[in-house]
């Protein structure tokens, strides 16, 4: 799961309702960030973080809220589902942080739907 | 705007032939470029990247990618095909160094058949 770990992985939700996805590393490592995948869409950054207590936003963070208090966790927050935010949604983290080095790596991911 | 393109939706190769999945970039600057394995019902797996140097970039798994400035391409390569590569592919940019964010492209499918 190259060290990101992400519950759960299947979710449904109904319409209104909130949860929040979680996202965990092992790697100590500062750059996390949270993207959606759409067929047809490829992936789109939703929010990410560049360090604890340091988060901004993606190309899509309409809808959803984002914390970053440890450097391990990273969840992303839905505060009221809506059908358009059925996707699967990938955690990723940063091996080296920043540089020409760095590369990101991916959880396994979370499939919602939104009925 | 800085962007991905994967002009192809799927491509289809038979098993030991070449394969080839494109991938052409838009960004102001020197790119870091990207390719991506995701398999079935799992999450993307790294597979190369270029920063600088050697145009041909070796990677995991036998693929290969060559970057050409002149034609702001990073085409992912295999010179024999396995059923097993059948998967989706992403391509995918960091725009410069002063930004961890990556642009992926659309995706591109890849059928492999026995």
């Known amino acids: 799961n190259a060290g990101v770990t992400q519950t759960p992985k299947f979710q449904v939700l109904k319409t209104g309702q909130s949860m929040t996805l979680q996202c965990a590393q092992d790697?100590?490592?500062?750059?996390m960030s949270w993207y959606r995948q759409d067929p047809g869409m490829g992936l789109r950054l939703i929010h990410y973080?560049?360090?604890?207590?340091?988060?901004d936003q993606g190309e899509v963070p309409n809808g959803y809220n984002v914390s970053r208090s440890t450097t391990e966790d990273f969840p992303l927050r839905l505060l009221s589902a809506a059908p358009s935010q059925t996707s699967v949604y990938f955690c990723a983290r940063n091996r080296t942080g920043r540089g020409p080095l760095s590369t990101q790596y991916f959880g396994p991911g979370t499939r919602l739907t939104v009925l | 705007a800085q962007s991905v393109a994967q002009p192809e939706d799927q491509v289809n190769v038979a098993e030991g032939n070449p394969l080839t999945v494109k991938c052409t970039y838009s960004v102001s600057g020197n790119p870091y470029l990207f390719w991506y394995v995701q398999y079935p019902n799992r999450g993307l797996q790294f597979l190369l990247k270029?920063?600088?140097?050697?145009?041909l970039v070796k990677g995991s798994y036998g693929f290969e990618a060559e970057f050409n400035k002149s034609q702001t391409s990073f085409h992912l390569k295999k010179p024999s095909a396995l059923v097993s590569d059948s998967a989706l592919y992403f391509c995918a940019v960091r725009p410069s160094l002063n930004t961890d964010k990556l642009i992926f492209g659309t995706g591109t499918r890849l059928q492999v058949f026995p």
């Open positions: 973080s560049v360090g604890a207590g340091i988060t």
């Open positions: 270029y920063i600088t140097g050697d145009n």
């Open positions: 790697m100590n490592h500062e750059y």
